[in-house]
């Protein structure tokens, strides 16, 4: 039996978070780790939940969707919190309204719309992140800065959506203090959501490469996958985005 080396790696990043939040004299309670799980098998998620992880990220919708169904029989007695972090085509909206707790990937109203009209009765409010294109990439998903007071002031008003914040995926880049310059952008961005809407309280940002800095800019949720489950293997897992 090969040992995993996913409860050692949480270990881990959860030590990152809390000595990058100490330095700057935060709490290290007021950040969440998500665990990014795409592309990784149902095992390598279990070892996650043994560990205590309780907060998961998804990509793909057909893949997250049949993780989320797959816990849901498996570990029942288990509260999982299952975050959608994926471009999100508006056919495939309905999968995530049904399933996921979370979104991060709003970056227009038609799909807020959608994700609200098809959220069930059942089910508590689906929570929501507005993207910011932080660093102006064309092609790149999210909203300009600009755009921001009038999507979520929208998305605000739907009645299956709870906005809880802002999400963003900086252009990579090495140098700590460039890191630094762009996530303090989405943290102004941030505090100005926060004074017009009563439930924002979460700023998704910080990945492997670059989560020091996030947190040392006031990021609430930090999404690692590289650093908790190892490298990705594209090949091995079929697309469905
Ligand atoms: C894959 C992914 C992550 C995790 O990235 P790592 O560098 O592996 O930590 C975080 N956020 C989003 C939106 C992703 O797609």
Same mark, same amino acid.
């Given at each position: ?27 290290? %309670? ?26 998961? !990220? ?22 999982? %919190?299952?975050?959608?972090? !994926? ?10 309204? %049904? ?75 090495? /140098? ?32 492997? /490469? /670059? ?31």
């Amino acid at each position: 039996m090969t040992t995993s080396t996913v409860p050692q790696n949480l270990q881990d990043v959860r030590q990152k978070i809390s000595a990058a939040a100490e330095r700057c004299g935060r709490a290290p %309670e007021e950040i969440t780790l998500l665990a990014v799980s795409k592309t990784k098998p149902v095992t390598a998620i279990e070892d996650a939940i043994a560990a205590g992880q309780r907060a998961f !990220g998804e990509n793909y919708v057909q893949e997250g969707v049949e993780k989320i169904l797959y816990f849901r029989q498996t570990h029942q007695d288990i509260a999982l %919190e299952w975050h959608f972090i !994926g471009p999100l085509q508006s056919n495939k909206s309905r999968p995530v309204a %049904e399933h996921f707790d979370w979104c991060h990937t709003i970056d227009r109203l038609r799909i807020a719309q959608r994700l609200s009209e098809q959220r069930p009765d059942t089910l508590p409010p689906l929570n929501v992140l507005l993207q910011i294109n932080i660093s102006r990439e064309e092609s790149k998903s999210g909203i300009l800065p600009d755009e921001l007071p009038a999507l979520a002031a929208s998305v605000a008003a739907l009645p299956n959506l709870r906005l809880r914040g802002l999400m963003a995926i900086p252009a990579p880049e090495a /140098d700590h203090q460039r890191q630094l310059a762009v996530f303090r952008r989405m943290y102004d961005l941030f505090q100005q959501l926060q004074a017009d809407h009563a439930h924002v309280d979460t700023l998704s940002m910080g990945m492997t /490469d /670059d989560m020091a800095a996030a947190i040392e800019a006031g990021s609430t949720l930090v999404r690692i996958g590289t650093a908790i489950f190892g490298a990705r293997d594209y090949g091995a897992t079929a697309r469905n985005a």
